[in-house]
């Protein structure tokens, strides 16, 4: 089957001089869309134009007509891009629901810091070191191990198995006798619970159309990037009154309900859109739902889909290529930051001055509302922002849309990230509350607008690699952040704080502009020549 659609054969009648399309050609749409590599006819109209009148009536159009829907949903109830409104939304609930959990218990330790030094007779910076950072550093590579296992044996069992795993550990980390015992369970929890954060563009991208995926990621990726912060609010005020292992208790008890809805209510999202005969299904109702949740359906399919070799090499096939290469190192520096400022922030806040603030428990807990309530301020922006772009875009070039526009976002976020550093450095250098508290909501929109469109242009530049996309931005942005924990606080002890977040946003901006508008000149050429 051909995929480039090309102009049908025609001849002329005699009588009336009226073109009649004679055995137009059959256009792959599954393959246009997997190789399209980062621009999609759009427009309904334009479509006529690219396939034909024959194949562009085959076309299924969004409800309101305005656009084409890719990919292509097949002729079968079991296609998610088929599924209801009520069942899709469900499903993007329980994914961000759980995106929220690996980031969310490792914050827990940045709650229960002071807490932790004390039951293990130590510093707060070797709870930092032992635990956090590390546990941290483990999130980027167990996202790279989910995603094998998902590409050949489904979303949902990966999910349900990491995630029980993920909770046995907590409650490990929660009963642990000792120091080492607790770094090992934290570690471990971090490596199984990281699951949730590279199922979500799979889950995207499975049950809707790529016109609406940008707005749902956006909902997504909030949800982890607010987990952090969502812990050391809540149990900031429980650990100033009991002990931190009743803030992992708690963990413990959201991580189960997480678990408990993925075990009931979560759906297996992933389609064989490019087999032409699927699989017929072997068993039927309960049978069916439990044979899939933990795997004996999706072991019995894995012949139909990549062989190991293509699996273990995939993110590494993905990595290389400068449409992607260059703009994830870009985010592994924005998100990176981010992380190390929400791991040493509590430093900053809870230590006496002249190093930091000497706020209480409680002060330090309050303070956390600030990145949460940005996150959602900047979810309400990118979801506007990233939408006016888009349909901007493909008004612009004649109903196409090229992957590259999706980076403008990066534009407005830059200037408020610098803004958010420079004042967030300025007031822990100088002490100043309202600085804090204003640098650091800003910088935090920057970050939440800046991750939603890269995340969003990776993935129209590799549809069949949503997973290992995924897999490679969280590695960067836990590798980016995983050592800043280590030099931030004595350095900025050493040189000030705004020496230290002011070079943190100039390397940022530096990345910037190596990254972004190169990709965006360059971006049609890299996509052409380094396509998968």
Known sequence: ????????????????????????????????????????????????????????????????GLKVLWPQPADDPNDPQNWSDFRKTMQLIIITMSAVVPDFDSGIGIASIFGLAQTYDTTSGVINDMTSNWSIFLLGWGGIFWVMLMRRYGRLPVLFWSQLFALAFLVGATLAPNLATFAGMRCLTAFFGTCPQVTGLYVVTDIFPF???????????????????????????????????????????????????????????????????????????????????????????????????????????????????FVVLFEAFVFGFSIGVNTTNVVFMGSSPPVGFGFSQYAVAGAYATPIIAVFLGEFIGRHTNDFIMNLNIRKNGGFFEAESRLWTCYLAMPLYVCGFLTLG??????????LIMGWGIAIVAITLNTVAVYAYCNDCFPRRAGEVSAL?????????????????????KSGALMVFGVEAALVIAMFLIAVPMTQLKGSYFRGRFAL
Request: charged content about 20%; overall charge neutral; cysteine-free.
């Open 211 to 325: 016109h609406l995926q940008a707005r749902k990621l956006n909902i997504w990726t909030s949800g982890f990037v607010i987990s952090p912060f969502l812990s050391p609010f809540v149990f900031g005020f429980l650990v100033a009154r009991v002990s931190w292992r009743w803030a992992y208790a708690i963990g413990s008890i959201y991580s189960a309900i997480v678990l408990f809805l993925i075990a009931f209510f979560m759906e297996e999202t992933m389609y064989d859109r490019r087999l032409v005969s699927k699989p017929p299904r072997t068993s039927t109702g309960l049978q069916y739902r439990i044979e899939t949740l933990i795997g004996v359906t999706g072991y019995k399919v894995a012949k139909y889909r990549p062989r190991w070799p293509e699996v273990l090499l995939a993110s590494l096939d993905v990595a290389w290529r400068p449409q992607f290469f």
């Open 473 to 493: 931005l969280n590695f960067a942005r836990s590798v980016g952040g995983f050592a800043v924990a280590y030099f931030q606080v004595p350095w900025a002890t």
């Open 426 to 435: 300025a007031g822990i250098q100088n002490l100043n509350e309202a600085a």
């Open 1 to 64: 089957m051909s995929v480039s659609p090309q102009r049908p054969q025609s001849e002329t009648k005699a009588d009336d001089s009226v073109e009649v399309d004679v055995n137009p050609p059959e256009v792959d749409f599954v393959a246009y869309y997997e190789q399209a590599i980062g621009r999609l006819v759009v427009d309904p109209e334009k479509a006529k134009v690219e396939f034909g009148e024959v194949m562009a009536s085959r076309l299924k159009l969004s409800p309101d």
